[in-house]
Nanobody, 127 residues
Framework: EVQLQASGGGLVQAGGSLRLSCAAS????????IGWFRQAPGKEREGVSC????????YYADSVKGRFTVSSDNAKNTVYLQMSSLKPEDTAVYYC????????????????????WGQGTLVTVSS
């Protein structure tokens, strides 16, 4: 059974930090890119950051570049998203997901190409 277990969300003040974790199981971790996607109330789900489990290459949405850092511990099949300098507009439910490497390397960290979704974790940034 494929599982992507996201954790680490919570309430934080603007300017603060949070670290999200995504523990993956039930599939060959090295064959996928693991991504973080978010959905704010009334908005579409969007790609935030992805990392290849094969070579560690990363993608960041422009809105989070310089503030968020994605990393992977392949020994634990776990991906992390370190979020710093958080803004109220970062408030959303954050989902981790697995995307096939072929699509990831073609330039995508996009909801349309996700193979497996995990459950979300809520991040609330207060002003």
């Amino acid at each position: 059974e494929v599982q992507l277990q996201a954790s680490g969300g919570g309430l934080v003040q603007a300017g603060g930090s949070l670290r999200l974790s995504c523990a993956a199981s039930g599939f060959t971790f090295d064959d996928y890119a693991i991504g973080w996607f978010r959905q704010a109330p009334g908005k579409e789900r969007e790609g935030v950051s992805c990392i290849s489990s094969s070579d560690g290459s990363t993608y960041y949405a422009d809105s989070v570049k310089g503030r968020f850092t994605v990393s992977s511990d392949n020994a634990k099949n776990t991906v992390y998203l370190q979020m710093s300098s958080l803004k109220p507009e970062d408030t959303a439910v954050y989902y981790c997901a697995a995307e096939s490497l072929g699509l990831y390397y073609s330039g995508s960290c996009h909801v349309s190409f996700v193979n497996y979704w995990g459950q979300g974790t809520l991040v609330t940034v207060s002003s």
